[in-house]
């Protein structure tokens, strides 16, 4: 029974097994059948038993028994490549962790902490990293990514101090291709460097982002014959943002403005019933936020448009906020006119951060529910985990 559950084929068989009941702990010994050769694990050329080596692994729990297997793994001697160990079916080279036990790990770390997945599992937390980071490795470097062409870049905090790390994302495919640690123009030649031999980077021809000078720069320079796009979501962070300090210095000279931010920033279809009886207290006075209000809603309809009269659109808004009289309205307008042929790309292009957004969202959930990562390697452990849509075994 225990060789057909764990899968064994001639010459491995269960020789023996021992229940300690006190311990709540089951040992299963596996041998082999004397007088077998075995494939050399580089060559496959059919060889003789050298000697043998004692090993255990641990598997999944018997029972609420921790179970272990235990096996006289053979080497053998292959006259090109020497003395090695040969491959047990149940588990991978250099593992104390059987296959079925390492893959309840990987589906276990998608749904909960480390923490949390290692108290259950009954292994150390460093264990179950040790497993996440083999196995997300190796499905990174044969992740097939050779369509790549259109990439999402955005940062994120990971910590206090003005700490950053940025995220690359395939947007036609919605998964995380690449994370790394700041968010300067050296980000850029660290994604090309990942990118190399495993797709060409010079066949990606737009970059979807915010306009960060630093990233800006890092596509000119390392990704030459790419488009640089602007998305819906950065554009209109601009201008939200211009438009929330208009509030917050209006607000010191009218009481009526204060504690409304989240009134101005959402669009009119998200109020809800009570806010919008308060709203209608204040956007319709005659002050500078109001006036600001209707540049912002104005400047929504510019994704509205046809791919012809969004230039204009976006030169006759342009000219509007630029000759309102209002500081941040008009630096808001300088720093869109700037970048008008990224903002009207992504018109052209349809290309949005959305899938990126998202993923943030997740990695921000994420860093949440585990309070935190002791280091960096593991922040990019989970976010490759939950967001890069990696081929990981889920049965063996």
Not at 196 to 211: E, N, T, V, W, Y
Not at 312 to 326: G, P, Q, R, V
Request: hydrophobic content about 40%; proline content about 3%.
């Amino acid at each position: 029974m225990f060789g057909k559950a764990l899968g064994l084929r001639s010459p491995w068989f269960v020789k023996d097994l021992v229940l300690d009941v006190e311990k709540k702990r089951v040992d299963i010994f596996v041998d082999f059948e004397r007088g077998n050769s075995f494939p050399c694990p580089k060559c496959g050329v059919s060889c003789g038993v050298y000697d043998t080596d004692d090993r255990v692994w641990r598997h999944l729990d018997f029972f609420n028994h921790a179970a272990y297997i235990h096996a006289r793994v053979p080497r053998v001697s292959c006259e090109e490549h020497g003395v090695l160990v040969v491959d047990v079916p149940w588990a991978r080279v250099g593992s104390k962790f059987t296959l079925l036990f390492e893959t309840m790990i990987l589906s276990l770390a998608r749904e909960m902490p480390v923490k949390s997945t290692a108290e259950f599992a009954g292994v150390n937390p460093n264990t179950v990293w040790r497993i996440l980071g083999h196995y997300i490795e190796s499905a990174r470097k044969t992740a097939s990514i050779r369509g790549l062409s259109r990439v999402g870049v955005d940062e994120f905090a990971i910590g206090k101090g003005h700490e950053y790390a940025t995220v690359f994302c395939d947007l036609d495919d919605s998964r995380v291709l690449y994370v790394c640690r700041g968010k300067d123009s050296g980000t850029l030649f660290d994604f090309r460097w990942d990118l190399l031999g495993r797709c060409d980077p010079g066949k990606i021809g737009l970059f979807s982002m915010d306009m960060s000078p630093s990233f800006i720069s890092g596509v000119e320079k390392y990704f030459p014959g790419a488009r640089i796009v602007f998305d819906r979501f950065h554009a209109m962070k601009i201008v939200n943002a211009a438009l929330d300090e208009v509030r917050r210095k209006e607000s010191k000279e009218n009481e009526s403005l204060k504690k409304t931010r989240f009134l101005w920033l959402k669009n009119p279809c998200n109020l809800t019933v009570k806010d919008v009886k308060r709203f209608k207290k204040v956007k319709d006075l005659d002050t500078r936020t109001g006036k600001a209000y209707q540049m912002k809603l104005s400047f929504q309809r510019l994704w509205d448009c046809g791919v012809e009269e969004a230039k204009s659109f976006l030169t006759e808004w342009c000219f509007w906020a630029a000759h309102s009289k209002i500081r941040p309205m008009i630096d808001a307008a300088r720093t869109i006119k700037d970048h008008e042929n990224g903002v009207l790309g992504s018109i052209e292009t349809r290309a949005n951060n959305n899938v990126l957004e998202g993923t943030v969202n997740k990695i921000k959930t994420a860093m949440k529910r585990a309070y935190g990562f002791k280091n960096f390697d593991y922040l990019k452990t989970i976010i490759y985990l939950i967001g890069g849509k990696l081929e990981l075994p889920t049965r063996c």
